[in-house]
């Protein structure tokens, strides 16, 4: 059970696609009424066609919009008063469809027209079929979403209505209710269980902790990209061992291929810009991990066409540098207490790792020799260089290595 976050009024605009799962979302109206907030549903015209406004507008005791075209005061602008009056707009069930055009800034109807114009914060829940969520489009667009700052649940695996099973399902509606609790309140302990706060067992409870982890990849022209070898595993174990240590955790994360670990809030991005975006978004927190391996450079001008081979001359790239995510970070008037980079070198590891401590202004640097095979491995030797010295950890698996330092980010934050 997670604690109900006293929703003291707020106003939640319900978008409902037309997806099987639609019928959740009266369950969903329901548990938002009973935790003392108001809904606004708004139905398109897929969504018509698997519930009817007659039982939204029961359940939500409110009139039920389906047009553009009916809203009464068109003169006042409806649509956007709509859009503006919500203190958070969920689309709930999110079709494939409704997300492509959100992706697009398509706006053919009321719901797109609504989440275009709206200055408010958006979160989708996707459910669809496991091939049209593992499709290349839905893929695409979910991950532009979530670097423009919408909250896209991850949707939940097993037998699906169309005979299939795999990840697609419409978290039940209890979750959608925690997500949307936590997108409410702003404190760091929204959406934190109200069990077991010992502080021995939980040592980071009340705490959020912003991790970044895995490669950027920087587009040279639709097909190429500048990247590097950084598989995620480093960063993706320490915000578990956050998680398990019962912080909040955001975990901004490059192109990987690895599972969002449990408790973990996850923000997908695929260059160094977009990086540098959702951490921003993403404080304050207590503690910032860099994990990272942002590319330093990408390329000046992108090309919008494929580049082709003309003639012997291959083409000059010409680079430019990348925004400095750590810096900015331990720069920012948001700065967490504790702000930790990793220093991936290949050489004088340690002399590095000092230099870049003082350069980034970051009160430590996680300094690891990359010149074997430790990007994509699964074992790390790193050291934590400080102002009181440095700590040598031995060679451990990546996952001790989280656990090592997530005590210390403990014991340096309770101190
Ligand atoms: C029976 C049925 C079930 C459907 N279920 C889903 C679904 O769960 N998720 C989805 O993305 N599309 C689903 N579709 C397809 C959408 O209804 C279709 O793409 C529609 O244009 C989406 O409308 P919207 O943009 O109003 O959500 C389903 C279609 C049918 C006929």
Redesign the pocket.
């Known amino acids: 059970m997670h604690k109900l976050v006293a929703m003291n009024g707020p106003r939640i605009l319900l978008i409902?696609?037309?997806?099987?799962?639609?019928y959740k979302s009266c369950e969903l109206v329901r548990l938002i009424r009973k935790h003392g907030g108001a809904v606004t549903c708004v139905l398109?015209?897929?969504?018509a066609?698997?519930v009817t406004p007659m039982t939204l507008a029961a359940l939500s005791e409110n009139p039920v919009h389906t047009s553009l075209w009916d809203l009464k005061n068109e003169v006042e602008m409806g649509h956007i008063q709509l859009s503006r009056q919500a203190d958070l707009i969920v689309v709930c069930?999110?079709?494939?469809?409704?997300?492509a055009?959100m992706a697009h800034g398509i706006a053919d109807?009321l719901?797109?027209t609504l989440l275009l114009a709206t200055d408010k914060p958006v979160m989708a829940v996707?459910?669809?079929?496991v091939r049209?969520w593992e499709h290349a489009a839905t893929q695409a667009n979910i991950a532009t979403l979530r670097s423009r700052g919408v909250t896209v649940l991850n949707p939940d695996e097993g037998p699906?209505?169309?005979g299939e099973f795999g990840a697609?399902r419409?978290p039940e509606p209890a979750i959608v209710m925690q997500a949307i609790e936590r997108a409410l309140a702003a404190g760091p302990l929204a959406g934190q269980p109200d069990f077991e706060v010992d502080p021995g067992h939980r040592p980071l409870y009340g705490k959020h902790v912003l991790v970044t982890a895995g490669p950027t990849h920087e587009p040279i022209d639709p097909v190429r990209y500048i990247a590097n070898r950084s598989s995620g595993k480093q960063g993706f174990a320490i915000a578990a061992a956050a998680a398990r240590a019962g912080a909040r955790v955001t975990l901004v994360s490059g192109p990987v291929t690895l599972p969002t670990p449990p408790g973990v809030e996850r923000i997908d991005v695929e260059t160094a810009r977009e990086m540098a975006a959702a951490v921003q978004q993403a404080l304050p927190a207590d503690c910032a991990v860099m994990v990272a391996a942002v590319a330093d450079w990408r390329t000046e001008d992108y090309a919008p066409e494929k580049m082709k081979k003309r003639g012997s001359a291959p083409p000059a790239l010409r680079l430019t540098e990348n925004p400095d995510i750590l810096a900015s970070v331990a720069a920012s008037d948001k700065r967490p207490r504790l702000v930790v980079g990793f220093a991936a070198e290949t050489e004088n590891v340690l002399e590095h790792a000092t230099e870049k401590r003082k350069r980034k202004g970051a009160d430590w640097i996680v300094a690891n020799d990359v010149s074997g095979d430790v990007m994509g491995g699964d074992v790390n030797l790193v050291h934590i260089v400080s102002d009181k010295g440095v700590d040598h950890l031995p060679e451990l698996p990546k996952d001790a290595v989280a656990d090592a330092l997530v005590e210390r980010i403990a014991d340096a934050l309770n101190a």
């Open positions: 409902i696609g037309g997806g099987i799962a639609a398109t015209k897929g969504g066609q698997f069930p999110a079709t494939a469809d409704l997300m055009k109807d719901a797109t996707p459910a669809m079929n049209m699906m209505a169309c697609g419409l």
